[in-house]
């Protein structure tokens, strides 16, 4: 119940491609869904999150899309750059329960 | 702003001695304030959950006893490893919650290495 499922473990995308992870959870209970990207040596850093009132969020080339009857949900980079080379997390917690649950990670890798 | 430092950045121990990580919340009062551990190639584990003035919530296979964390006030958690043996050597990071809002924001974490 408290899974959240993340995949592709890695991905290398083409400098200027789209690259696109994906979540998948159980717990109903969830309303808050943030991903973080980490860089090697370095904390998680807050990238971008949703609640599920909306479908779709976007900031700069970062989109998260939400579809709530599916449980799922995913991070779009557009005009990916190889600065966007990093691990990124999806993660999932409720309203009155402030731990995360993160999915494992997916290391991107964007060729120059 | 939400800012999360985390002092020291990496440390070296001996064997069997103890080395304090502090965390601190630079521009918001945290609430909560997390622990966690991460090791190479792997996703973050929750080591425990501390509210300011009162006692930490540990997970499941995390033994309090070696892993003291003191959240002292809404703005520093500390974490204590005692006796540190090599398996503890591990990348150590902390985050904070602001208060009334869900999001958690992480420390650039501490690389412990115990020879």
């Not at chain 1, 499922?5 to 083409?14: E, R």
């Not at chain 1, 943030?34 to 080339?61: H, T």
């Not at chain 1, 005009?79 to 997390?89: E, I, K, L, N, R």
């Not at chain 2, 006692?55 to 296979?61: L, N």
Request: one cysteine or more; a positive charge; glycine letters at 8%.
């Amino acid at each position: 119940q408290q899974q959240v499922k993340q995949s592709p473990q890695s991905l290398i995308v083409q400098k200027g491609g789209i690259s696109i992870i994906n979540c998948a959870y159980e717990n109903t209970a969830f309303d808050y869904f943030p991903w973080y990207q980490q860089f090697p040596g370095k904390g998680p850093a807050l990238l971008i999150a949703i609640r599920p009132d909306v479908s779709e969020k976007k900031e700069g080339r970062f989109t998260i899309s939400f579809n709530k009857s599916a449980k799922q949900f995913s991070l779009h980079i557009m005009d990916s750059q190889p600065g966007d080379s990093a691990t990124y997390f999806c993660a999932a917690t409720f309203s009155g329960y402030s731990t995360l649950t993160f999915g494992k990670g997916t290391m991107l890798l964007v060729s120059p | 702003g939400a800012v999360v430092s985390q002092h020291p950045s990496w440390v070296i121990c001996k064997s069997g001695t103890s080395v304090k990580i502090e965390c601190r919340s630079l521009d918001f009062q945290a609430t909560t304030m997390f622990w966690y551990r991460q090791f190479p190639k792997q996703s973050l584990m929750l080591m425990a959950t501390s509210n300011e003035g009162s006692k930490a919530t540990y997970e499941q296979g995390v033994e309090k006893d070696k892993f003291l964390i003191n959240h002292a006030s809404l703005t520093l958690s500390t974490l204590t490893v005692t006796s540190a043996h090599p398996e503890d050597s591990s990348f150590y990071i902390c985050s904070a919650n602001p208060r009334g809002g869900y999001e958690q924001y992480f420390g650039p974490g501490t690389r412990l290495t115990v020879t």
